[in-house]
């Protein structure tokens, strides 16, 4: 079988107007103290790939229009709906009434991804490249969700995870009311 490559024609992409128009997949992800503008700007055609709600950018993590976002980006800093907060509390205080908030992060008593359930929309907070998920974000949290991994290093990347986890959540997970 000889495998060829869709022509961009092919690939019938929306316009940022009618993406923006559509229904979105019930996820928010909340940034916590991301350092690196390239990361963020993955987390935003991530965002875009899988059609979630809204991206909110919190404390020290970069805001578009840096470079480095706009890069990696590639434009999908004007499809993806992003806020910004100067406290992650106040991002939890703004969705917590219509969605469960979830930290991806490794703790005692985190939740494997794939055994994880929601009964509404998920607002999924991602660390800091570091330090992870802020304790102050881990308290607010209902749920920690961690990605189980068979390697040595038990992490990766903030942008990385945030793929599994948006994968998971948006294509093989429905939400159960």
Not at 41 to 62: H, Q
Not at 148 to 170: E, P
Request: proline residues 3%.
């Amino acid at each position: 079988m000889i495998f060829a490559k869709k022509s961009m024609d092919e690939l019938e992409r929306d316009s940022i107007a009618s993406f923006q128009a559509k229904n979105k997949t019930p996820i928010l992800l909340i940034a916590d103290n991301i350092r690196s503008a390239m990361n963020v700007g993955s987390l935003f055609r991530t965002a875009d790939a899988f059609g979630i709600e809204a991206i909110y950018l919190c404390g020290y993590t970069p805001c578009p229009p840096q470079r480095e976002i706009l890069k990696t980006a590639l434009g999908s800093t004007e499809s993806v709906h992003w806020i910004y907060f100067e406290k992650i509390e106040d991002a939890i205080d703004h969705c917590k009434s219509t969605h469960v908030i979830c930290s991806l992060e490794q703790t005692h008593a985190s939740t494997p991804l794939h055994e994880f359930q929601a009964k509404k929309p998920v607002a999924l907070i991602l660390g800091n490249e570091v330090h992870g998920v802020s304790d102050v974000a881990l308290e607010l949290s209902n749920h920690a969700l961690e990605i189980t991994q068979f390697g040595t290093k038990h992490s990766l990347n903030v942008a990385v995870s945030a793929g599994i986890a948006l994968f998971h959540l948006s294509t093989c997970h429905h939400f159960k009311s």
